[in-house]
């Protein structure tokens, strides 16, 4: 079985972040959301793995290598554009060849891993299996629907009216008769070819198609908020570690975890949190469900519930919540300036300002 991870699309919902970053190595718990995808697809005993890398190849290129570090060994394979997931099977049709796969969403985080999914796979062997989850608003979603038995009996993508709650989950496992599906797709209304209009394919052609529906363990770090959420989760799971130096004016409490290289003085760190190889915390509170990356400094301040990415200084900020903050950035307070309003009023003006 191969794996078939997808990290080429543009992340526009995490924008100004993946401005100049793929949206895919924005780090989760200081550690990029895609190697946590290469991790469970190698514990799930998977080792050739391709991935399709679109026009920031060079930095996922840099970021995985040979993947090797992983136990993997890494195929690269260019798309073009994203035009949509079916595509990228399109594009791997060589690599794949007749195996087994399974298709991972390099932004998708699954908790627990997929071993037990790709073994009921290769125990059951359907020419398709689907992970899904209920959701509130279908909408937004790949929706199916499935009989009693889970077998999926229909498949829509984003519909206005849907009809079911049950929205598909980024990991997907096929056969190779998958292939025959994606080759006679037409682009939909997204101009995408919808891997979702594959699996229908699938279905129309009597091919069996089973789903497991799974709870509170997955999500996409499309946007902020599923991003920081993902971090907590990572997080709650934290053993607490201390390899940087912390003076005895601070207070670590819960599980906190100082890298090597990291210095913490007159500051309290409540955990789960983590401070970065290289990174300086001075005068400061760190607040639970922060992770603050390498080679960072937070002076005078206070940060809570947040992700600090590589290089970013916070100085002498009083309260930093719920925030995502890019590499190199810089956080400092406004300057102060004389209290005053200007004016520019007709004829006959009333103007009540208070204060």
């Known amino acids: 079985m191969k794996a078939l991870v997808l990290a080429g699309g543009s992340g526009s919902r995490l924008r100004p972040i993946t401005h ?48 090797s570090s992983f136990g993997l060994t890494v195929t690269y394979l260019p798309q073009e554009a994203p035009l949509g997931l079916a595509h990228a099977v399109l594009v791997a049709r060589e690599f794949l060849g007749e195996d087994d796969f399974v298709m991972y ?41 499935v009989d009693a038995s889970g077998r999926v009996i229909g498949l829509e993508e984003k519909p206005e ?14 056969g190779p008769a998958v292939h025959a599906a994606v080759a006679g797709l037409t682009p939909s209304w997204r101009n995408e070819l919808e891997i979702t209009d594959a699996i229908q394919a699938l279905i129309d052609g009597g091919a069996r198609v089973e789903s497991t529906v799974i709870s509170g363990y997955w999500k996409d770090t499309g946007n902020v908020t599923d991003m920081l959420e993902v971090n ?16 005895e004016a601070s207070e670590l409490i819960g599980r ?5 290289g990291a210095e913490v003085t007159g500051s309290r760190v409540v955990g789960p949190a983590i401070v970065g190889a290289g990174s300086v915390v001075r005068d400061s509170y760190i607040g639970p469900f922060t992770s603050i990356d390498r080679d960072c400094t937070v002076l005078d301040s206070e940060i809570e519930y947040s992700i600090v990415l590589r290089g970013a200084s916070i100085d002498g900020v009083g309260r930093i919540e719920v925030s995502l903050i890019g590499r190199e950035a810089a956080v400092t307070p406004a ?17 009540q300002i208070s204060g």
């Not at 990572?234 to 607490?240: A, D, K, N, Q, R």
């Not at 906190?256 to 090597?260: D, F, L, T």
């Not at 300057?335 to 103007?351: N, T």
């Open 161 to 174: 009216r849907p009809k079911s709650d049950l929205a598909l989950v980024g990991v997907y496992m096929f």
């Open 256 to 260: 906190v975890v100082v890298e090597e």
């Open 105 to 145: 969403l390099g932004d998708n985080f699954i908790v627990g891993g997929i071993t037990g999914l790709v073994e009921r796979f290769r125990r059951e062997r359907p020419d398709a299996q689907i992970m899904l989850t209920r959701v509130k608003d279908p909408r937004a979603f790949g929706v199916a629907e």
């Open 20 to 67: 100049t970053s793929a949206k895919q190595l924005v780090p989760v718990a200081n550690k990029p959301v895609l190697f946590y995808g290469l991790e469970a697809i190698a514990d799930a005993g998977i080792r050739e793995v391709g991935i399709v890398v679109g026009d920031t190849a060079a930095e996922i290129r840099a970021a995985v290598g040979d993947g």
């Open 335 to 351: 300057p102060r300036v004389p209290k005053a309003h200007r004016l520019v009023l007709g004829d006959h003006s009333a103007v």
């Open 232 to 247: 907590r989760l990572v997080l709650e799971g934290l053993e607490p570690s201390v390899r940087g130096r912390v003076d």
